[in-house]
């Protein structure tokens, strides 16, 4: 069964740069796209981007310029980094698998909470 | 970006009921579109994918038709673990933009 874990810091001050990991096990890495979705306290989902094994990459543009993601296939991890941020970046982050085929999300993390805050 | 437009926002509904869920496209996504249910505290979780087809484990009493602009989720008769919150998300262009969210409520 594939699982995915997400993990880093709680905790961020604003202006700086939120980190996170996810750790994919049970299955391939290979021949998906890895994805990032964040929802803030009661709202909506916000799809952040994706990225493949091979580092190809899409972003949202209303966060790309602050958006990095990049994969470790040896480590069966993916990460993501996002800059300068401010009180607004607070939400729960989900790392996803894609599906490729059909594009839809089938396996999820649990989530991780990130709170920028001083 | 394409926007994705739900509706009902929320939605009261019985045990036993059947409910029907709408989401809008603002321009043609073909069939790229996906259903996600959504419980308190729980990471979303994939019903339909390309407008119709039912992910695996996923209950029959769920479908999903429409293809361009509109589609449709359908629950034919809510049970208890149905009360939750339903997300569509269109695949067709990045970003994968997600719907506002349908809150279904018990009555």
């Known amino acids: 069964q594939v699982q995915l874990q997400e993990s880093g810091p709680g905790l961020v001050k604003p202006s700086e740069t939120l980190s996170l990991t996810c750790t994919v096990s049970?299955?391939?890495?290979?021949?998906?796209?890895w994805n990032w979705i964040r929802q803030p306290a009661g709202k909506g989902l916000e799809w952040i981007g994706r990225i493949d094994t091979s580092g190809s990459t899409d972003y949202n543009p209303s966060l790309k310029s602050r958006v990095t993601m990049s994969v470790d296939t040896s480590r069966y991890q993916f990460s993501l980094r996002l800059s300068s941020v401010t009180a607004a970046d607070t939400a729960v982050y989900y790392c996803a698998r894609d599906r490729g085929s059909g594009n839809y999300l089938d396996y999820w993390g649990q989530g991780t909470l990130v709170t920028v805050s001083s | 970006d394409i926007q994705m437009t739900q509706s009902p926002s929320s939605l009261s509904a019985s045990v036993g009921d059947r409910v029907t869920i709408t989401c809008r496209a603002s321009?043609?996504?073909?069939?790229?579109l996906n259903w996600y249910q959504q419980k308190p505290g729980k990471a979303p979780k994939v019903l339909i994918y390309a407008a119709s087809s039912l992910q695996s484990g996923v209950p029959s009493r769920f479908s999903g038709s429409g293809s361009g602009t509109d589609f449709t989720l359908t629950i034919s008769s809510l049970q208890p673990e149905d009360f939750a919150t339903y997300y569509c998300q269109q695949s067709y262009n990045t970003p994968h933009t997600f719907g506002q969210g349908t809150k279904l409520e018990i009555k």
């Open positions: 321009l043609s996504i073909d069939r790229h």
């Open positions: 049970g299955g391939s890495i290979s021949s998906y796209y």
